[in-house]
């Protein structure tokens, strides 16, 4: 049974860097054809990738936030992160890690974390 | 980037209705479609992928049907935990997008 959950702070000041952490289990994160990703879902809106780090540590980012994000992978802890810095308050959001498989879609999610910017 | 647009944004039904949610990009997508279902407090969870391929577990009252930039979701005989937001998704081409969903409420 794959499972995926995130953790980290719920609180992070305007300015800082945003760090969360997904720890996966049931399977290998270095398994290959799996993209692992991160996803956020502003309060009552649509879903927004941000980007995934490939199985053999390859990253990609969504256009929109390269410039902030940074997601790594800790292969022998079975967990990959996600670092967004300089934040705003328009980045509270719930934000998700997900596994994008093989079949081209995310089939496994983590239960996700709120996440809110304090000024 | 591949814009995903789903019509009705809501939509009010009743228990045992049949319906269906629309979902058009902004380009050709292939078969790269995949549908969620997320209900209040929880992770989307993944009901359709590759447009018309049932994922597991999932009731087969879903269905899912299109290629290139159109594509429906049906659900045939509505059921009491149907109730919920639907979203779209394409993995044609990074950036992965979504659609603004539909949400889907009893009447």
């Given at each position: 049974q794959v499972q995926l959950q995130e953790s980290g702070p719920g609180l992070v000041k305007a300015s800082q860097t945003l760090s969360l952490t997904c720890t996966v289990s049931?399977?290998?994160?270095?398994?290959?054809?799996?993209?692992?990703?991160?996803?956020?879902?502003?309060p009552g809106k649509g879903l927004e990738w941000l980007g995934y780090i490939y199985y053999s540590g390859s990253p990609y980012y969504n256009p929109s936030l390269k410039s902030r994000l940074t997601i790594s992978m800790d292969t022998s802890k079975t967990q990959f992160s996600l670092r967004l810095s300089s934040v705003t308050a328009a980045d509270t959001a719930v934000y998700y890690c997900a596994r994008h498989s093989s079949n081209w879609c995310f089939d496994y999610w983590g239960q996700g974390i709120l996440v809110s910017v304090s000024s | 980037d591949i814009?995903?647009?789903?019509s009705p944004s809501s939509l009010s039904a009743s228990v045992g209705d049949r319906l269906t949610i629309?979902?058009?990009?902004?380009q050709t997508i292939t078969s790269y479609l995949n549908w969620y279902q997320q209900k209040p407090g929880q992770a989307p969870k993944l009901l359709i992928y590759a447009?018309?391929?049932?994922?597991?577990?999932?009731?087969?009252?879903?269905?899912?049907?299109g290629s290139g930039t159109d594509f429906t979701l049906t659900i045939s005989s509505l059921q009491p935990e149907?109730?919920?937001?639907?979203?779209?998704?394409?993995?044609?081409?990074?950036?992965?997008?979504?659609?603004?969903?539909?949400?889907?409420?009893v009447k």
């Open positions: 049931g399977t290998s994160i270095i398994s290959g054809g799996h993209y692992w990703s991160w996803i956020r879902q502003h | 814009q995903m647009t789903q629309t979902c058009r990009a902004s447009a018309s391929s049932l994922h597991s577990a999932v009731p087969s009252r879903f269905s899912g049907s149907d109730f919920a937001t639907y979203f779209c998704q394409q993995s044609y081409t990074t950036p992965w997008t979504f659609g603004q969903g539909t949400k889907v409420e």
